[in-house]
């Protein structure tokens, strides 16, 4: 227990100083709010909506006024972080579920600046972990130290029971961030379902020793989520280039689905620096609104 609490504590520093220095002014501008609350009238001028012209104002002042708005700033930040077995594919420091804690926690910090609430499921093929949105860097932290701590009960994976439970838990229009390998299917259904409702991002999560490309021989190789253990026989590339298209199939999968629904995406090398790519993310984005 006091090997995990120093992790968290080591984690919560390495993130706090990233969202202070990089990451809080950029996820601030990067996502909307709830909604619109009124915030000033001011002089009509050429080209404003006459739908916002304040007449109670206009009709005791004699000349035009109009209402302005401003976005309220509180957003519900979630994440459905999957942690079935594929997620331990890896070495030590190279494995994705350590990446998924990683981005999870960041994401999280990045809510403490702006007061927004935070929530989160964990999941394999069943909801492993389920907190509801709320504040404060206590919570944040207990997130993660479950997180680290968790054992999943299944090594399987089912995206779409988690979007299920995301539905039909949160009625409020929330920023929703899926950290994921998507090593998966059925899910699209329940993925356009949201998609109308919520800020989605996908981020797929890879390790580039699963698409076997530089090998060539006899290896078994174990299914990490069913358990099973077949031997993998590659002369001349056959069997290794059937395997990569299938890895590739992955990534051009979510493109398309990010292209048709409007969505978030990255595709992160679990071997590499994640955060150039998102911090670009953050900016496109910012850049968009």
Known sequence: MKEILQKVKRLEVKMRRLVNTTFAGEYRSSFKGSGLEFDEVRAYQFGDDVRFIDWNVSAKTNSLFVKIFKEQRELNLFVLVDVSGSEYFGD???????????LSALLGFCTLPNNDKFGLIAYSDQVEIFFKPSKGRKRILGIVDKL???????SGTNLRIALERFRNTQKRKSVL???SDFLDTNFEMA????????DVVLIRLYHPDENMSDFSGILPVNDLESGATSWIY???GTTTSRIQERFE????NLLELSRQYDLGYLNIDVTQDYLPQLEHFFSTRRNKR
């Open 191 to 198: 993925l356009k379902a949201i998609h109308h409702k919520h």
């Open 92 to 102: 030590t420091h190279g494995r994705k579920i350590n990446i998924a804690i990683e």
């Open 249 to 252: 199939q992955v990534n051009f």
């Open 177 to 179: 961030f899926i950290i």
């Open 148 to 154: 680290m701590q968790i054992q999943p009960q299944s």
């Open 234 to 236: 590659s002369k001349g």
